[in-house]
């Protein structure tokens, strides 16, 4: 593993924590007492990756998408959501604050031995200047993983609806 590519421990850390029941990772900005707790990881589905070859982008990207270089097992892998809850009142309502807080693809039933950003075919790690991060563009806060030969079938939707509102 390069060192550069390594996450450093506050966010080894953070990223254990929020595969974690029962962890704080923090509190609303604008509720100081209320904390944002994980309150359920559970598998949510299973994806089939067949190639070996994984991309993680955006499925809304005109661009060419993000293959990563590191291969994973051919086969169906698990999917899990971790869920987190921060109740509290907005507006004179109560608020439950469950949200989706991150996923995770399951390749291995090892521990995680390392936490490491997934370096694309397209970034080189030379130019990764120090504290800098690899990763795809969120402006749509959406992000996705698949198999790379299957790709460009389950994003065509996304294209095909962009096309339209563009036109």
Known sequence: MDARLRAG?????????????????GVLYDHPLTFVEV????????????????????????EEPRELTQRIPPGVHRVDAAWV???HEFMG???SGRECAAIRLSVSNDPVADWEMGLAVA?????????????????TAMGCF???????????????FREECET
Do not use: H, N
């Open 9 to 25: 421990l506050e966010v080894s850390e953070y990223l254990e924590q929020v595969l974690t029941v029962g962890a704080r990772l």
């Open 39 to 62: 309150i359920e990881v559970s598998e949510v589905t299973s994806v089939r990756i067949p190639s070996g070859r994984l991309i993680v982008d955006s499925p809304w990207t005109d």
């Open 85 to 87: 809850a921060a109740p």
């Open 93 to 95: 309502e109560y608020v």
């Open 123 to 139: 970034e080189d790690v030379e130019r990764l200047q120090k504290g800098q991060e690899v990763g795809f563009e969120t402006d």
């Open 146 to 160: 698949s198999d790379a030969v299957a790709w460009p079938t389950l994003t065509a939707p996304f294209r095909s």
